[in-house]
């Protein structure tokens, strides 16, 4: 069910719900526009919105900046601020604090940027946080991979490696292991890194299951024996990593498009929402034996990109009382708000 929708100021490829209490209606958006020349420009912009399901979107606050690739939000069970990175066409990495503005009664409506980090002449195409040990992942345009300590709000680069040959578009920590990173590429291999060794060493590397590069990786918060890849070849994968050193394929979904990104439900543990390039997006139920497709949203025009569920009140039974989803496609700059019918409480 289509709640609302609006144009934004570039090609949107990003898109947050604050998972931080009470900030939950805030959703931020990226943009990365690439403007040809000799050299190209990279363009970009930041906006927040308030999101609600009965009053829609509505603009707080908006930023241009370089071309940002991704944004990611702290986890919930930081005791920091919230506080959202980016990762840029620059080569950096940003945090910007959620910040209230005294003459509005809607706290938290502003971006403030508190600290930029180089790191690298390649550009960084993505970022996960560990907060556990105060670290950040990023995923470079060169296929290398770094880790950037956070220590009040600052950042500082701790190592860097040559984790594949080519763009790396998803590093994902493992949310009980905080020493294990997960790696994904153009070059179609999927990795593990023990962090714990400088450079990291290789724990696995998959180089047969996707046939396309590895566009994103997702753990479930619910299940951490089990994780998700979605990979240009259009398939979702989900993953037994309880062998660390040789995780085991479970299932493999055809979704029709390139599996851009993939976010679990806050709730639902086996309820997964696919952006699926030219596809559009899915909503997926992994069953024991079975991945299914419940639900399908094309009412986008362009390359599906960005898509995040919001967070909202769970019930006794476990649900989620009209799940409120966010996505966003590129090329027609066009972002979405929309209620799952497949997961609305009748």
Known sequence: MDVDSCYLDGNADAVEFCPHHPFHHILAVATYTLEEGNPPHRSGSISLFSAD??????????????????????????????????????????????????????????LREV????????????????????????????????????????????????????????????????????????????????????PSNLVFQNSKSHKMGVCCIAQNPMNSNMLLTGSYDESLRLWDIRSTSKPVIEKSLCLGGGVWRIKHH???????????MHNGFAVVRIEEVDAIVVETYRKHESLAYGADWQRGV???????????????SFYDQLLRLWKPESVMVK
Not at 74 to 86: I, K, R
Not at 147 to 162: C, D, G, K
Not at 266 to 276: D, E, G
Request: some cysteine.
């Open 53 to 110: 399901a009965n009053v829609g979107l509505e603009l707080l606050h908006r930023a241009p900046t370089t071309g940002i690739f991704d944004i990611k939000w702290n986890p919930s069970g930081d005791t920091m601020h919230p506080l959202l990175a980016q990762a840029d066409a620059d080569g950096c990495v940003s945090l910007l604090s959620l910040q209230s503005k005294s003459d509005a009664e809607d706290h938290g409506t502003a």
């Open 115 to 198: 600290h930029t980090e180089k790191i690298s002449s390649a550009m960084c195409l993505c970022v996960d946080w560990n907060t556990s040990v105060g670290s950040i992942s990023l995923g470079l345009s060169d296929g290398s991979a770094s880790i950037v300590t956070v220590r009040e709000s600052q950042l500082q680069l701790s190592q860097s490696w040559a984790a594949h040959e080519y763009e790396l578009w998803a590093t994902t920590f493992d949310a009980c292991r905080p020493h294990l990173l997960y790696t994904g590429a153009d070059d179609c291999h999927f990795s593990c890194w023990d962090l714990r060794e400088s």
């Open 266 to 276: 806050p709730y639902i543990s086996n309820l997964v929402l696919a952006a699926c």
């Open 314 to 328: 769970c019930l006794e039974d476990g649900s989620d009382r009209g799940s409120l989803v966010a996505t966003c």
